[in-house]
């Protein structure tokens, strides 16, 4: 099982005695783990499942992405020591909510001098909106966090507050299903807690604090640059409700509304990741555009309740640490349950100078937020130090207690510490049973993940479930409002949608096409399809931009297929699509999830290269396209089965048969064009009946054509199979009334957006019905294009364009109906004024 992890006298090892033994707790688990190579085979697991769980920890302005890990070897406490840290962060939420009501009111703590004003007042923290604003159900501190050491002797102490914004729940609840999924025989000899329940019970205190029966919750934040976007997507998916950002918002007449695809949806409640001063910029910071404007207002009004309060945060503030005995002494009359880790203030000048003249002892940290500065950058430490001291406390360089893990099947040590959470309920502050305790990824580094830490799984060990937590708000409502989805999930569905379409039908049409060279095509042949192929290439997003769009041998197909820089690749159009799931992680399921990262894996590894020869092109360009025909089918095939099919999955397949109805309305064009060329010019020519039967390969059609008509390739019947068919799923028709029944399923018929569109998709296949294509090609001319022909062809090649036009049209009008709301938003105004 690899060497021994090599002990440090001076700080506590949670795991090893000072015999270099395991711990009695710890025993039977360790006994259990097994020998190192299987010990590396369940760590490649362990991050296996991690990356299809899609657990990351993404630090803006860096290179470190998808950072997390979880170790095979769980932490442990025992029921005691549980109750201790229980009683210890139920006394600490007490005191700081008692704290800073007192603080936004009448402030007899700064009156006495238990606290220095500047202390309090001069916090960058401290916000004066709050002052005489209610806050949320008469409390501050709703969900909480508490950050936890262990001094050398093994005693617990306190290392932070993140009583406004506890960041890792997702994390905790995550390592566990790592755990329990890769190595669930480590659970057979103890008791464990479960922690499964945490999403709802926070989702229950959400409703519970709401102005009105039956509310609308949210989760509000920053937006996909946050480094925890992974865990707000897991804690919106978990609890089922949206995940928004700012401009997903729009406050009338006091009230807040989601931009939702059916119209605006009131919000009554809100769970923000944003801090105070992002939160409105009518009242804070006026350059922030993660906020809404007239939120504040809204809170001042009673009509939307926000978890935590505005202006919590200041409980979270470092420098309150050194004063947090006193602050328990005065508002509660008790000593600490759980002491806290030496810390000192350098606003004040004592502390100060007697950090500096013992700077190699300490790191210095920031008021609130991960960092940190030791005393190897000493110049800088200072520099900073002298030019705000206020804004800095000082802790011991050895913060943190020594672990033992696991890396490449060997024992190492690590540093160490815990994050612990509750959530108030109204019989009190409930600490849930398990932790995110957070592990160093080297011997020398931080826990925190904004210096590449991962984790453990912690284990509350009980002897007897806990009984169920009584009426204090933990009571699930026998209705729930139906989900709603916002306009900007829609649109990122619906591109989503879009891009896999198209990457998938590019991906069969080089596949065709490879083979067509191969096996079926001279050589003189391939030079008189490759024209014909490029045209078949579906439109890119701009009218009449193309880019580097020709498939004509195999290093241009290569290209198309692998070069990420073109506008129209397959990998191209791969990333943008993952792009907008990636925004979609609270609404995607873990199911369907896995196909997706299968996808960006091998895109990563497998890139274009410039110099490749024409053996390795062509080996790549096929595996690739097998990749791309594999993974998206099974994508949308494991979505329907896994998802919650509303209105966010149906504007993905609205953009999966309006690309799809674009692709097959181009062929329709491109076929016709070849055939007016035909009828201009004389020459070499290939029959007719060969270049169609290519034509419907390549879009996926001849065997359906040849089930249908039971003939071979005619231009009347293959383009009334391409437009007119209501079985073929390529057919433009199919589409058309495929996306009109999508309308209707999402939206209310009534709705002025969803008539709009409806009529629009009438008048369409409308137009489309009334063609006779046997008009332009009449029994008789067989697989030859007559000269008279020319006339008719050339007015059919100008109806396929306008309705190709048309076919195109759609998106404008679903984006303008449905993924925007200013005219809503108008019209509300005009109502409510």
């Not at 001076?10 to 033994?21: A, I, L």
């Not at 502050?429 to 826990?447: I, K, M, N, P, Q």
């Not at 890119?540 to 290209?559: F, K, M, S």
Request: net charge neutral.
């Amino acid at each position: 099982m690899g060497g021994k992890a090599v002990l440090n006298h001076s700080r506590w090892n949670e795991v090893m005695g000072v015999d270099g033994k395991p711990r009695a707790v710890y025993q039977p688990l360790v006994a259990r783990l097994p020998a190192a190579a299987d010990l590396r085979e369940l760590q490649d697991r362990l991050e296996g499942t991690l990356r299809e769980l899609g657990m990351t920890f993404e630090v803006p302005g860096t290179s470190l992405k998808n950072t997390w890990f979880c170790d095979l070897l769980p932490q442990i406490f025992t029921e005691e020591e549980w109750t201790l840290i229980v009683r210890g962060f139920q006394q600490r939420v007490r005191a700081f909510e008692a704290l800073l009501q007192d603080v936004y009111g009448p402030r007899e703590i700064l009156r006495e001098g238990v606290l220095p004003i500047p202390l309090v007042l001069g916090s960058p923290h401290y916000q004066h909106t709050a002052t005489g604003l209610k806050p949320t159900h008469g409390s501050y501190l709703h969900l909480s966090g508490l950050c936890l050491a262990r001094d050398p002797a093994g005693q617990l102490v306190v290392k932070s507050h993140y009583f406004s914004h506890p960041s890792g729940l997702s994390y905790m609840i995550q390592n566990r299903r790592l755990l329990a999924r890769v190595a669930p025989e480590l659970f057979q000899d103890y008791s464990v807690a479960s922690i499964a329940d945490v999403p709802t019970q926070i989702l229950i205190r959400l409703r519970s604090v709401a102005p009105r029966p039956e509310p609308a919750a949210v989760l509000l934040t920053p937006g996909t640059g946050s480094a925890v976007y992974s865990e707000h997507s897991f804690l919106a998916r978990r609890m089922g409700i949206p995940l928004v950002q700012g401009n997903d918002l729009v406050v009338l007449n006091d009230t807040l509304f989601l931009k939702a695809v059916s119209g605006l949806e009131r919000v009554d409640v809100i769970y923000s990741r944003l801090a105070d001063p992002w939160l409105d910029p009518l009242v804070f910071r006026t350059d922030t555009r993660a906020g809404v404007a007239g939120l504040v207002n809204c809170l001042r009004q009673g009509n939307l309740a926000m978890i935590n309060s505005v202006g919590a945060q200041l409980s979270d503030d470092r420098s309150f640490l050194h004063f947090s005995n006193a602050i328990i002494r005065y508002y509660l009359g008790e000593w600490p349950v759980l002491p806290t880790l030496g810390t000192y203030w350098l606003g004040d000048l004592d502390q100060r100078e007697m950090v500096l003249d013992n700077l190699e002892r300490f790191q210095i940290r920031a008021l609130v937020g991960e960092k940190a500065m030791t005393p190897t950058a000493h110049e800088t430490t200072l520099l900073e130090i002298r030019r705000a001291p206020h804004l800095y406390v000082a802790q011991p360089v050895m913060d943190t207690v020594e672990t033992l893990c696991f890396a490449n099947g060997r024992r190492v040590r690590r540093s160490q510490d815990h994050l612990v959470y509750g959530i108030q309920t109204t019989s009190g502050f409930h600490v849930f049973d398990g932790a995110l305790t957070r592990v160093a990824s080297t011997a020398h580094g931080r826990t925190e993940s904004e210096h590449g830490g991962g984790g453990k799984d912690t284990w509350v060990l009980r002897e007897q479930p806990l009984a169920e937590l009584g009426s204090g708000g933990f009571h699930r409502s026998k209705l729930l409002p139906s989900r709603l989805v916002t306009s900007r999930v829609a649109e990122a569905f619906y591109w989503m949608g879009r891009y896999l379409e198209r990457a998938l039908e590019v991906s069969r049409i080089i596949t065709v096409i490879e083979t067509l060279e191969m096996e079926e095509l001279s050589s003189a042949e391939r030079k008189l399809y490759r024209p014909v192929w490029d045209r078949l290439l579906p439109p890119l997003d701009i009218p009449g931009r193309r880019g580097r769009r020709t498939i004509g041998n195999v290093a241009e197909r290569y290209r198309m297929m692998l070069d990420a820089r073109d506008a129209g690749s397959v990998s191209g159009m791969i990333g943008r699509s993952l792009v907008n799931a990636e925004s979609l992680r609270e609404v995607i399921s873990p199911e369907a999830w896995s196909p997706l990262v299968a996808l960006r894996v091998f895109f990563d590894r497998n890139r274009w290269r410039e110099r490749a020869s024409e053996q390795m092109a062509r080996r790549s360009t096929r595996r690739s396209a097998e990749a791309v025909t594999g993974l998206i089918p099974q994508f949308f095939a494991t979505a329907q089965n896994s998802m919650l099919l509303d209105d966010g999955w149906r504007f993905c397949e609205l953009g999966q048969y309006v690309e799809r109805s674009v692709a097959s309305a181009n062929a329709s064009a491109s076929i016709v064009r070849s055939l007016a060329e035909r009828s201009e010019r004389s020459g070499d020519l290939p029959p007719v009946e060969i270049e169609l039967s290519a034509f419907l390969r390549l879009i996926g059609s001849r065997d359906a054509y040849r089930r249908i008509y039971q003939l071979r390739s005619e231009p009347a019947p293959v383009q009334e199979l391409l437009w007119q068919n209501r079985e073929m799923p390529r057919s433009v028709i199919f589409c058309l009334e495929r996306c009109a029944s999508l309308v209707e399923a999402s939206l209310p018929q009534a709705s002025r957006p969803v008539q709009v569109t409806l009529e629009f998709i009438q008048n369409l296949v409308r137009q489309i019905r009334a063609v006779n294509w046997y008009r332009y090609f009449p029994p008789g001319t067989e697989t030859e294009v007559r000269v008279s022909q020319r006339a008719e062809l050339a007015e059919l090649r100008k109806l396929v364009h306008d309705l190709l036009s048309s076919v195109r049209e759609l998106h404008v009008i679903i984006s303008d109906n449905f993924l925007n709301h200013q005219s809503t938003v108008a019209e509300q105004e005009t109502i409510v004024s």
